[in-house]
């Protein structure tokens, strides 16, 4: 796969499928690259300080894409082959529209996390970002079914399911993740145990990074507790500890715990690691992308007067037979539907989404598929 896919006439139709504001558009080549490696610069990300070029470019980039590429596994319930794939010139050609002859933007289509982090990456890189992909386990504690496991001694990880892109800018290292649907971060988050810090405006939830162990190590250390000391004097070279993303869902509430999301090591992954990893997604019978249906796009505070703008306010996100649109922490469900036709006219409506004939009849024969009247 060439590391660098992205020539400087796509990424500016990127720049436009993702709606970037004029101001954060630097010209693919020296003047991106110069921004992305910040010129010898060293960010900085401590609070009531301003972030660097970089780290606005890249926070800039991130909350745009989240906003305009959705979250979904549609190829794998609306299409004739029910699979995904993660090479670079169908994903342009996909979320891109880049050769389909569809023009800018394409219709609308996202992906799960191995196309939207493999699309996004391979631009950072084009652009000048010193970017490398690893994979992820993802904790039990985000099932969607109401069956999934409630305490804390009961989650456990899946294998490698999941991808993210770590991103260095001077001396810092940076999860950056544009592929975890309406749980994952909202912005770069440094690699270092952290405190609470806001995931948006959309919900109270908080997010963190801790370091520690997992369960299934055998470890008499517990990772999910609210400790943020790993226990070892050097954690960022341990072989037996994974950095865990967690989620608050409310950072007020004193019942409110800390949940796993997914746990990832510093290991550089490659493309033949996402192939196989993306073949069990995909195609596995436990996989739940071939069970479920699910889209979720970010909402933006675009004003120019804003104090954050481009700052994430809200999502919207369909699953489980309805739409439903959270704003500052207030949910509204915007519709329901029960029919295959209901569906897809909300896929166009709220996500701007729009399916081929073709595509429409490969939902025969899915589980997820709803009567079609």
Not at 299 to 323: F, H
Not at 342 to 356: C, K, S
Request: glycine content about 10%.
């Amino acid at each position: 796969m060439d590391i660098a896919a992205f020539t400087a006439s796509e990424i500016q139709h990127y720049y436009d499928r993702i709606r970037l504001p004029e101001k954060h558009r630097h010209a693919p080549g020296p003047a991106s690259k110069a921004i992305a490696r910040d010129a010898g610069r060293t960010p900085t990300h401590s609070p009531g300080t301003s972030p660097s070029p970089a780290l606005s470019y890249l926070t800039a980039l991130q909350s745009y894409h989240k906003a305009s590429i959705p979250f979904e596994n549609l190829s794998l319930h609306y299409s004739e082959t029910h699979s995904v794939s993660i090479e670079p010139d169908d994903l342009k050609r996909k979320i891109l529209g880049l050769g389909d002859g569809s023009g800018s933007g394409g219709r609308g289509r996202g992906g799960y996390c191995t196309e939207n982090n493999a699309l996004f990456g391979m631009l950072l890189r084009s652009l000048g970002f010193e970017v490398y992909a690893t994979g992820a386990r993802v904790s039990s504690a985000m099932a969607m079914s109401e069956g999934g496991p409630k305490k804390q001694e009961e989650f456990r990880y899946s294998g490698w399911s999941h991808m993210l892109n770590i991103v260095t800018i001077g001396s810092v290292r940076y999860l950056v993740d544009v592929g975890f649907g309406a749980n994952g971060p909202t912005r770069p988050v440094a690699l270092s145990p952290s405190s609470a810090t806001p995931m948006s405006r959309a919900t109270p939830s908080v997010m963190r990074l801790i370091r520690a162990p997992i369960p299934e190590q055998g470890s008499s250390d517990h990772p999910h507790t609210n400790d943020t000391k790993s226990g070892n004097d050097d954690p960022y070279r341990s072989t037996s500890t994974f950095w865990i993303y967690q989620v608050k869902h409310s950072a007020e509430s004193p019942d409110s715990e800390w949940l796993p999301a997914y746990c990832f090591p510093e290991t550089p992954f490659i493309h033949a690691d996402f192939k196989v990893m993306n073949f069990a997604t995909s195609q596995g019978e436990d996989s739940w992308f071939r069970k479920e249906i699910v889209c979720v796009k970010f909402l933006l505070d675009e004003r120019e007067e804003a104090e954050d703008e481009g700052r994430v306010v809200g999502e919207l996100v369909m699953a489980q037979g309805q739409v439903k649109r959270r704003v500052e922490g207030k949910s509204e469900t915007l519709c329901r539907f029960g029919t295959e036709r209901e569906r897809i006219e909300a896929l166009g409506q709220y996500f701007g989404i729009v399916l081929t004939e073709e595509e429409k009849k490969g939902i025969d024969g899915s589980v997820a598929m709803l009567p079609m009247e």
